[in-house]
Nanobody, 117 residues
Framework: QVQLVESGGGLVQPGGSLRVSCVASGSISSIGTMGWYRQAPGKSRELVAIMSNSGRTNYGDSNKGRFTISRDNSKSTVTLQMNSLRPEDTAVYYC???????????WGQGTQVTVSS
């Protein structure tokens, strides 16, 4: 089992920046991919950004060029730097991990990001 704990959400004005982080614990040696999804009210959960163990990244279309994912395997952390935030980025952001075999997926409890003036 893997446990994920997020931090760093909050309220930011449009055009501002925010960073969210996630720390994994438990069977961390089994983790392959880590990253972030988000879910806005009334919408499905969507990909924000994920990174494999080898550093390969995949970003959601609405985030490219504005968000940057980074990962520190030695500390079992994954961080999302969000710049040029828009009101439509408002959502609960969930940390995500998948084991290397892809058999198990894990979710954090979520952290609220609100972009509003």
């Amino acid at each position: 089992q893997v446990q994920l704990v997020e931090s760093g959400g909050g309220l930011v004005q449009p055009g501002g920046s925010l960073r969210v982080s996630c720390v994994a614990s438990g069977s961390i040696s089994s983790i392959g991919t880590m990253g972030w999804y988000r879910q806005a009210p009334g919408k499905s959960r969507e990909l924000v950004a994920i990174m494999s163990n080898s550093g390969r990244t995949n970003y959601g279309d609405s985030n490219k060029g504005r968000f940057t994912i980074s990962r520190d395997n030695s500390k079992s952390t994954v961080t999302l730097q969000m710049n040029s935030l828009r009101p439509e980025d408002t959502a609960v952001y969930y940390c995500y991990a998948r084991d290397a075999l892809g058999a198990n997926r894990y979710w954090g409890q979520g952290t609220q990001v609100t972009v509003s003036s």
